[in-house]
């Protein structure tokens, strides 16, 4: 790779990975000799990007774009650009960044173009232009211009002014209402020019805390009280989601920030930037209060006035709900209004916030370009499960791991709830490396306690707003016969196996509810992962049978208590996982259980154990969670059955 190139994506990384520098992925960077343009393509972040994140433009095909008299009429001229830097363009598979020519023009090597939040708090205030002009004397000041090729032709006048007045090249542009450009002909001399401009305005503005974190401090903010969050985020979700919007996904934030910015509606209430709009819309929605019945119809005005559900609502006592149309969205909405929230913060020090105006909202409003950024930042659909948030229970690992995976790969928002705090982290985080725009948290919780099953549900309304499916998975199997097992080992299988269940259905049930009460369409699932020996006897195992027989009992009684509120409640029955850690663990796996305890006849090894059960599964296979998931999405596709046990056995157990 060529040095030039991987000093551009060293500095691109090193910026977008700040917050401080870049939020959203937003910014972009360039380098250029004598005849190419390397620019961050669209739909690529700096924080990771490679070299196949940027175009590469012929410069002797971009030059004369600065010449060229275009239409008069917005949309026509903005096509007419477009496809002047599609033919520019080397690399046919990446669309430039809208501002290409604006890092053309410029005659540094390197551009990094970026929009700081301190830098943003100066140029979104009121005294703009005359703060620039003391601070930063020898930088090129731009008052607000629309994007695409009006801005660019302004700044490419602007620049030949200045070399004709100065005989040298601007270094620092200043954009209203955007952000900032630097230019050097090293990386290294971009870095000092930024922290300069960086340190006069540290010294300049006093920043809010809790920029991005949730504050666990009590006080008039903080976490939002349980009430308020599991009754009333949930009912706001169903109602963003209902009317074929398809499945919001919230993500609530409580801190400094928030408060301020509710107690100040005056001063965010309008969008500061092109990338606040992007994100997260030209209108933003405050509720008076938790009731939710005046939040459906304030939501329901603002979608007949608007003809889209509103992406920021600040609640009192809640405080912001990001809405997305899936989790990535969501996190992109916080990021950004957060910081939106700071940079009015920050124009106090500069004579107070000036957001843009109306006309020039409705020009970004109408962009095709700003349009094509709000879809690639949306993310596509492509999973069965696509948008749902389901709690899987035991899913750091073994067989909830699996069930998890698979449904993660569907589209899910995955609830790794889990005792296992190290392998729940780390499974996590491997499902985040693999999803998609949905997302996967883990949440220690210890099932066969209510109060730590109230914190997993509230914790899944904090990162995601809504409960749509349960799946009770987390189980154990204590083998012994009537002589050996102990009244504690009994009491111990039956409380994970049963108890929790009711336990787990009691608090998710009741957050359905108010989901279902204000759809007729929606449905929502409650799960559990039984097993065949749920269905029929397990000789020297009568604890771990008899527990998931009273679950069957319980799914049955659930599913008739639930019905008419839309919620289902079925049992899938596994067949045998051979493979997995509840068998095949070398020291308390279920082979070595059986074999001690003399429940195979005639068994010698853990080999005849194994062959011994494979030779009762007609289909001769162990059952895996890529079976049982299979099962689990027909149980949450289907409207039309309820408390069912769904045999996943290999024909070992087939229901008359």
């Known amino acids: ?5 991987q000093e ?10 700040d917050p401080r520098y870049v939020i959203a992925g937003g910014g972009n960077t360039s380098y250029k000799d004598e005849s190419r343009l390397w620019v961050k393509a669209s739909g690529h972040a700096l924080a990771t990007i490679d070299e196949d994140g940027f175009a590469v433009l012929d410069r002797k095909l971009l030059a004369p774009m600065a010449r060229r008299r275009y239409s008069s009429d917005t949309a026509i001229r903005e096509e007419q650009v477009k496809n002047d830097l599609a033919v520019a363009c080397l690399t046919k598979d990446r669309r430039p960044s809208v501002e290409t020519s604006l890092h053309n023009c410029m005659e540094w090597h390197f551009i990094v173009h970026l929009h700081p939040t301190l830098v943003n708090a100066l140029m979104c205030s009121r005294m703009a232009r005359e703060c620039c002009a003391e ?3 020898e930088a090129l000041y731009i008052e607000y211009t629309d994007p695409g090729y009006t801005l660019f032709r302004k700044v490419y006048n602007r620049i030949k002014a200045w070399r004709a007045e100065k005989g ?17 002909d090293t990386t290294a001399e971009i870095r000092n020019i930024y922290d300069g401009i960086m340190a006069k305005l540290e010294a300049r503005v006093e920043i809010l805390p809790c920029h ?3 504050s666990e401090e009590s006080g008039s903010f903080g976490k939002p009280q349980d009430d308020n969050l599991t009754e009333f985020v949930p009912a706001v979700r169903t109602v963003l989601s209902r009317a074929g919007r398809g499945l919001k996904t919230i993500q609530v934030t409580s801190n400094a920030l928030t408060q301020w910015a509710i107690e100040s509606w005056d001063a965010v209430k309008e969008p500061f930037t092109p990338d606040g709009i992007v994100y997260c819309k ?7 209060g938790t009731d939710a019945d005046a939040a459906e119809k304030a939501i329901e005005r603002y979608v007949a006035r608007r003809g889209h559900t509103p992406k920021v609502i600040l609640v009192p006592g809640v405080g912001l709900l990001a809405v997305g149309d899936n989790a990535k969205n969501a996190r992109i909405v916080t990021e950004v209004f957060l910081d939106s929230i700071q940079v009015a913060w920050g124009a106090g020090s500069f004579g ?31 999973g069965r499960v696509e948008g749902k948030t389901i709690i899987v229970t035991g899913a750091a690992q073994g067989f909830g791991e699996g069930i998890a995976r698979e449904l993660i790969r569907e589209g899910a928002n995955i609830v790794v709830a889990d005792l296992n705090e190290v392998t729940g982290e780390k499974t996590a985080a491997a499902f985040n490396a693999i999803c998609g725009s949905n997302r996967a948290i883990f949440v220690k919780t210890n099932v066969a306690e209510m109060d730590s099953i109230r914190a997993l549900i509230r914790e899944t309304i904090l990162q995601f707003g809504a409960l749509d499916c349960f799946v009770s998975n987390a189980g154990v199997a204590r083998a012994g016969d009537l002589e050996t097992l102990t ?7 039956t409380k994970i196996n049963y108890h929790a269940f009711f336990y787990c259905s009691k608090v998710a049930s009741h957050v359905m509810k108010i989901q279902t009460a204000r759809d007729p369409e929606y449905f929502a699932d409650i799960i559990q992962v039984n097993s065949k020996s749920g269905l029929v006897g397990s000789k020297a195992n009568y604890a771990y049978a008899g527990s998931k027989f009273g679950g069957i009992g319980l799914t049955q009684s659930f599913a008739l208590e639930l019905a008419p509120f839309r919620i289902k409640v079925n049992a899938i029955c596994p067949g045998n996982y051979l493979d997995g850690p509840l068998w095949s663990d070398p020291e308390k796996g279920l082979f070595i259980q059986y074999l001690n305890a003399g429940k195979v006849p005639g068994a010698k090894t853990v080999a005849d154990v194994r062959e011994y059960y494979l030779s009762k599964v007609p289909m001769r296979k162990g059952c895996n969670p890529e079976d049982v998931c299979k099962a689990i999405l027909y149980a949450i596709d289907q409207t039309g059955e309820t408390g069912q046990a769904i045999p996943v056995t290999g024909g070992q157990v087939m229901l008359a």
């Open 212 to 214: 991005s974190e949730q």
């Open 135 to 137: 601070l930063f004397p």
């Open 168 to 184: 040298a090249e601007p270094q620092v542009i200043f954009l209203q209402n955007h952000g900032i450009f630097v230019g050097a």
């Open 487 to 493: 009244p504690e080992t009994f009491e111990f299988v």
């Open 352 to 382: 107070g916030a000036h957001p843009m105006n109306r006309r020039q909202i409705r020009f970004i409003d109408n962009w095709e370009v700003e349009n094509y950024r709000r879809k690639v930042a949306s993310g596509a659909a492509r």
């Open 1 to 5: 790779m060529d040095k030039n190139i």
């Open 8 to 17: 551009l994506i060293e500095i691109s990384r090193q910026y977008g990975a």
């Open 282 to 288: 030209s209108e933003y929605l405050l509720l008076e």
